[in-house]
């Protein structure tokens, strides 16, 4: 019942930074853990990163650590992906996700996150 929006995806030089957004569509009642995801060209979905309901913990994959940083607003009902530094192997689908709300646990694995979004096209070029 629950459905997210994602926003801010395009196409960037290497380099660059992108800022995309995720929130859910129509009312809702609760906060959720969020997270992001992304899935590459012929590659598996894999685990970008992750935040608590508060905001205050936050997970991250190796390979995004340093360059990207999630963050939330809960006022506005929106979680945040800064990616800075972009390289052509950050070119995927991203993918906006969030737990049910009696889930309180930050995790890196997509079994875990009950709602998803449709994904929004990030490509860098090299």
């Known amino acids: 019942q629950v459905q997210l929006v994602e926003s801010g995806g395009g196409l960037v030089q290497a380099g660059g930074s992108l800022r995309l957004s995720c929130a859910p569509s129509?009312?809702?009642?609760?906060?959720?853990?969020m997270g992001w995801f992304r899935q590459a060209p012929g590659k598996e979905r894999e685990f970008v990163a992750a935040?608590?309901?508060?905001?205050?913990?936050?997970l991250y994959a190796d390979s995004v650590k340093g360059r990207f940083t999630i963050s939330r607003d809960n006022a506005k009902n929106t979680v945040y992906l800064q990616m800075n530094s972009l390289n052509a192997e950050d070119t995927a689908v991203y993918y906006c996700?969030?737990?049910?709300?009696?889930?309180?646990?930050?995790?890196?694995?997509?079994?875990?996150?009950?709602?998803w979004g449709q994904g929004t096209q990030v490509t860098v070029s090299s």
């Open positions: 935040i608590s309901k508060s905001g205050d913990s936050t």
């Open positions: 996700a969030a737990k049910s709300p009696a889930r309180i646990l930050v995790s890196r694995t997509a079994s875990a996150y009950d709602y």
């Open positions: 129509g009312r809702t009642f609760s906060t959720y853990v």
